[in-house]
């Protein structure tokens, strides 16, 4: 059974961090977490833990994170920032890694469509 995609906002690069902007569902949270997690070795938690063991482990559901910022230290440093609607995701790392990164991200990812501009009339003033 194939995957749906996930949907990607926006993606930009500055100096040496990329960003990116993601939709914000429950589907997103856990492919992003498992893909960054696995390429950076960087623990981005799916669960909060009451205590020591994990036994009592609560799963974390991200519509309920708003205005909320995770640093996950690893190989490289990933800043993850929940907003209303979506999911903001810096990376600082190697250029190499980066575009190993967006390779990943091209398979499991779609943009939206452009939407089409209407043409506005120009209003003539009149004296």
């Keep these: 059974m194939k995957k749906k995609k996930i949907m990607m906002h926006s993606i930009g690069n500055r100096d040496k961090f990329s960003y990116y902007t993601f939709e914000k569902t429950q589907e997103a949270f856990e492919t992003l977490a498992g893909l960054f997690g696995k390429a950076l070795e960087a623990g981005w938690e799916l669960f909060y833990d009451d205590c020591d063991d994990n036994y009592n482990s609560k799963k974390i559901f991200v519509k309920k994170l708003i205005d909320v910022h995770n640093a996950y230290p690893g190989k490289s440093r990933l800043d993850v920032f929940y907003g209303k609607d979506k999911i903001f995701v810096m990376i600082?790392?190697?250029?190499?890694?980066?575009?190993?990164?967006?390779?990943?991200?091209?398979?499991?990812?779609?943009?939206?469509?452009?939407?089409?501009?209407?043409k506005i009339k120009k209003r003539v003033k009149k004296k």
Excluded at 92 to 118: A, C, F, Q, W, Y
């Design 92 to 118: 600082h790392s190697t250029d190499k890694v980066r575009e190993k990164i967006n390779e990943e991200l091209g398979k499991i990812t779609k943009m939206p469509k452009e939407k089409k501009l209407k």
